[in-house]
């Protein structure tokens, strides 16, 4: 890749005078990480170019890099894929407190990062407090996806509901979490239209099926709808009926007695 590149688009006459506008647009175009990487690589001028355009991060490894080492290196960051924890916290082999808090990264993203848009993170602790914190901060925040996360309960959700005004996608998946407010979904504005994907299929309590309903029947471009055990089949008739558009719907298991007349 790095030798294809260069022979394409470098000479010694040329490599100087190449307009860096240009170059950026080209390198935006790439879409592999390794291959951005190797563009990286090439030489100064092209270690820029990257870097500038790079809107992109994905980090495997929270303890690999912090983040007053990867804003100076990627200034126009607009979403951020970070993993904490290793693989087999899932089987509650990590002790408590162990670390991979999101918070100290929300701070730094605060004032280096404050037109970030998707946030999705994976085996981190996140807080109540760091989800108000992140609603708070990012006035343009779009996605965020929570997966084998801990820390946090449905207030954190209530605050992101009712701060993220352009929330595109609310994506909870497989964690730890206390849903001890069923009613977190009303925190959603009635103004509020823009979600394209919601999943909630991990929570055990009920959740206020009103809520669902209105929301669904706002949100024109909601395509992902992932609901948990306690909406009934009639109640899942209705939001089919609501929201035609869906592309995939994910449901509990549902069971009902068979009787002969």
Same mark, same amino acid.
């Given at each position: 890749?790095? *030798?294809?590149?260069?022979?394409?688009?470098?000479?010694?006459?040329?490599s100087?005078?190449?307009?860096?506008?240009?170059?950026?647009?080209?390198?935006?175009?790439?879409?592999?990480?390794k291959?951005?990487?190797s563009v990286?690589?090439?030489?100064k001028?092209?270690?820029?170019?990257e870097?500038?355009?790079?809107?992109?991060?994905?980090?495997?490894?929270?303890?690999?890099?912090?983040? *007053?080492?990867?804003?100076?290196?990627?200034?126009?960051?607009?979403?951020?894929?970070?993993?904490?924890?290793?693989?087999?916290f899932?089987?509650n082999?990590?002790?408590?407190?162990?670390?991979?808090?999101?918070?100290?990264?929300?701070v730094?993203?605060?004032?280096?990062?404050?037109?970030?848009?998707?946030?999705r993170?994976?085996?981190?602790?996140?807080?109540?407090?760091?989800? #108000?914190?992140?609603?708070r901060?990012?006035?343009?925040?779009?996605?965020?996806?929570?997966?084998?996360?801990?820390?946090?309960?449905?207030?954190?959700?209530?605050?992101?509901? $009712?701060?993220?005004?352009?929330?595109?996608?609310?994506?909870?998946q497989?964690?730890?979490?206390?849903d #001890?407010?069923?009613?977190?979904?009303?925190?959603?504005?009635?103004?509020?239209?823009?979600? *394209?994907?919601l999943?909630?299929?991990?929570?055990?309590?009920?959740v206020?099926?009103? $809520?669902?309903?209105?929301l669904?029947?706002?949100?024109?471009?909601?395509?992902?709808?992932k609901?948990?055990?306690?909406?009934a089949l009639?109640?899942?008739?209705?939001?089919?009926?609501? $929201?035609?558009?869906?592309?995939?719907?994910?449901?509990?298991?549902?069971?009902?007695e068979?009787?002969?007349?």
């Amino acid at each position: 890749m790095k *030798e294809s590149l260069e022979s394409n688009f470098m000479n010694r006459r040329g490599s100087s005078c190449f307009p860096d506008e240009v170059l950026e647009r080209v390198i935006r175009m790439l879409k592999s990480r390794k291959d951005r990487s190797s563009v990286s690589l090439v030489c100064k001028k092209w270690y820029n170019a990257e870097r500038w355009s790079r809107r992109n991060v994905f980090i495997g490894n929270c303890y690999f890099v912090s983040p *007053e080492i990867l804003t100076p290196r990627f200034p126009n960051i607009r979403s951020v894929t970070l993993k904490g924890k290793p693989r087999f916290f899932d089987f509650n082999l990590v002790p408590a407190n162990w670390g991979a808090d999101i918070h100290f990264w929300l701070v730094v993203f605060a004032e280096k990062y404050p037109f970030l848009k998707e946030l999705r993170l994976k085996r981190m602790t996140v807080t109540d407090e760091s989800l #108000k914190f992140l609603a708070r901060s990012f006035p343009n925040f779009k996605a965020i996806s929570l997966q084998n996360c801990d820390g946090f309960s449905t207030d954190g959700l209530a605050a992101i509901a $009712a701060d993220c005004k352009n929330l595109t996608e609310l994506d909870i998946q497989e964690n730890v979490i206390d849903d #001890k407010n069923d009613n977190w979904l009303t925190y959603f504005p009635e103004s509020f239209t823009s979600l *394209e994907v919601l999943n909630f299929s991990i929570f055990h309590n009920d959740v206020n099926f009103d $809520a669902i309903e209105k929301l669904v029947t706002r949100c024109k471009s909601l395509k992902t709808l992932k609901l948990n055990k306690s909406i009934a089949l009639e109640q899942l008739q209705r939001l089919l009926f609501r $929201a035609p558009q869906l592309c995939e719907l994910g449901t509990d298991s549902f069971s009902q007695e068979l009787t002969t007349q």
